[in-house]
């Protein structure tokens, strides 16, 4: 269908065995589950099926190949984060739910940690944390904001920390570094290898995998596809952003891109100055996301938001690539890192996350048509997709675990307005986002506006 992952350092840069392509389905079968997408959401979800159960029969069918989606092409943050708002999970569940689901979160990242060991995926893992650096007097403010938000549901200095601009500049030698907010709860992956590297693993436990096998709908017992049906008790939806192209499904998340750039590799003296010794990954304060990480072979690969969301939620190749961001994120990386002076920038690419009307995740399934889904994750679903997975395994399972009773297990996310109105609320907010950051850089100080942003986003 298109090329456009390749386009990303991941893809170019992964090695030769991970690379190449799997047969198609080659007419009907019958397994126990059938999952559509071979993402992380889907290859996670095989993994804990086969690891809870060796003996189910569970097939995988995956339009492009492994890994075409987000899951191949990310910023390669293995974070906690959760993109649903405490907040709103405290309105629905409580706030013993909130603690919960944080708490999953951190032992998520523990999780895949053993997993990437115990069956030896190389993906560059690095547990380095993550660095939040305030460059703005303004950040700083959010910085206590969000330290105060993390205290108050009881979170200590082992999860968050403050950083003095001296400590935070021995993590992160940015310009201005006027402090961070560090959390050690973050892994740098190669996000390639990783799903890759979970496509043999799942093989070699017995599960197969088709590829250039598109799924035309997804129904109660069976996924069709152009090759023939797979016929199943359980399926799983696992298309994230692509779910839109499904028959029913157009309006129930919002695909928006996020592009990234990555640098020829640096020499060693850049990184003395640099610093992120321990490949921590980095953000700033900024309300248009910003995210980046230092490779495992010393490169930046950087990238951010801010790319307009196109009208009835399509997903197309073209759309991963945006000069005006593009240089935006140079612009940016430039201004973090003066002495990054003329290095090359060697990739670029992009990708859709996928976001629900109410920017909250989910999970579930519907044990009276057995069709069981996750994803909605916004921009964090490196890791969030492994919890999903093991959580879709004990749902089908009929496991009465902790994970089932989470709070966003069977949350229905209402769906997105009808054109235009959809474009015209997620383009509008973009810009005042967009607009936002503008006046704080000036040294205003827009607190309108951004309580504005922030009912938007629950
Ligand atoms: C540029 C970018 C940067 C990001 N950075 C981060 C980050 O640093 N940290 C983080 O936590 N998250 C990040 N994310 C989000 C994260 O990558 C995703 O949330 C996660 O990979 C979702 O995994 P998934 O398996 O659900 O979806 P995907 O990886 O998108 O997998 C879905 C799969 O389904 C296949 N498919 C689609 N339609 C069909 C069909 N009809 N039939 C069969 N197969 C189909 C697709 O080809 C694809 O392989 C980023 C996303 C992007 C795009």
Redesign the pocket.
């Known amino acids: 269908m298109s090329d456009a992952p390749g386009a990303s350092l991941w893809h170019s840069t992964l090695p030769a065995e991970a690379k190449g392509t799997r047969p198609a389905l080659g007419g009907d079968v019958v397994a126990d589950v059938a999952i559509?997408?071979?993402?992380?959401?889907?290859l996670w979800t095989a993994y804990a099926l086969k690891r809870a159960d060796p003996g189910l029969r569970v097939v995988v069918?995956?339009?492009?190949t492994?890994?075409?989606?987000?899951?191949?092409?990310?910023?390669?943050?293995?974070?906690a984060?959760f993109a649903g708002s405490r907040d709103a999970t405290e309105r629905s569940h409580g706030r013993d739910a909130v603690v919960a689901m944080q708490r999953a979160m951190f032992a998520t990242l523990d999780e895949i940690e053993r997993v990437v060991r115990e069956e030896a995926i190389e993906c560059d893992w690095a547990r380095g944390g993550t660095i939040q650096v305030a460059t703005l007097p303004s950040h700083l403010t959010r910085l206590h904001e969000e330290l105060e938000d993390h205290r108050s549901w009881g979170f200590g200095e082992d999860d968050f920390r403050e950083l003095t601009p001296h400590e935070s500049s021995d993590v992160i030698g940015c310009r201005p570094n006027l402090g961070g907010l560090f959390t050690p709860h973050c892994a740098a992956i190669h996000?390639a290898k990783l799903?890759r590297g979970l496509g043999r693993v799942v093989e070699r436990l017995g599960v197969t995998i088709y590829e250039q096998?598109?799924?035309?709908s997804i129904e109660a017992g069976r996924l069709r596809?152009p090759h023939g049906t797979v016929r199943a008790e359980a399926v799983v939806r696992?298309?994230?952003?692509?779910?839109t192209?499904?028959p029913g499904l157009r309006r129930v998340v919002a695909p928006v891109?996020?592009?990234?750039i990555a640098t020829e590799p640096l020499p060693d003296s850049f990184w003395a100055e640099a610093r992120l010794d321990t490949r921590p990954?980095f953000a700033d304060f900024r309300h248009m996301i910003v995210?980046g990480q230092r490779t495992a072979d010393g490169r930046f690969a950087f990238?951010g938001r801010g790319t307009p969301y196109h009208a009835g939620s399509r997903v197309r190749p073209q759309f991963d690539r945006d000069p005006r961001i593009f240089d935006m994120l140079h612009a940016t990386l430039r201004a973090l890192f003066p002495a990054l002076g003329d290095a090359a920038i060697t990739h670029r690419?992009?990708?859709?996350?996928?976001v629900p009307r109410d920017w909250y995740p989910s999970v579930g399934f519907d044990r009276a048509d057995g069709i069981a889904w996750?994803?909605g994750?916004v921009?964090?679903?490196?890791?969030?997709?492994n919890l999903a997975g093991r959580t879709i395994a004990d749902l089908i399972l009929g496991r009465d675990s902790d994970l089932v009773r989470l709070p966003w297990v069977g949350h229905r996310s209402p769906r997105w307005e009808p054109e235009p109105l959809r474009w015209l609320g997620v383009n509008g907010s973009r810009k005042l986002v967009e607009s936002i950051d503008r006046a704080e850089a000036r040294g205003r100080d827009p607190k309108r506006r951004a309580r504005v942003v922030k009912r938007l986003l629950g």
Do not use: I
Not at 36 to 42: E, K, L, N, P
Not at 61 to 64: I, L, S, V
Not at 213 to 216: I, N, R, S, Y
Not at 257 to 260: Q, R, V
């Open positions: 559509a997408g071979g993402g992380y959401t889907g069918c995956e339009r492009e492994v890994g075409f989606g987000a899951s191949g092409r990310n910023g390669g943050w293995c974070s984060l996000p799903v096998t598109p799924v035309q596809t696992a298309t994230e952003a692509f779910s192209e499904l891109y996020s592009l990234m990954t995210y990238g690419w992009g990708g859709a996350v996928a996750a994803g994750y921009g964090d679903g490196v890791s969030t997709t």
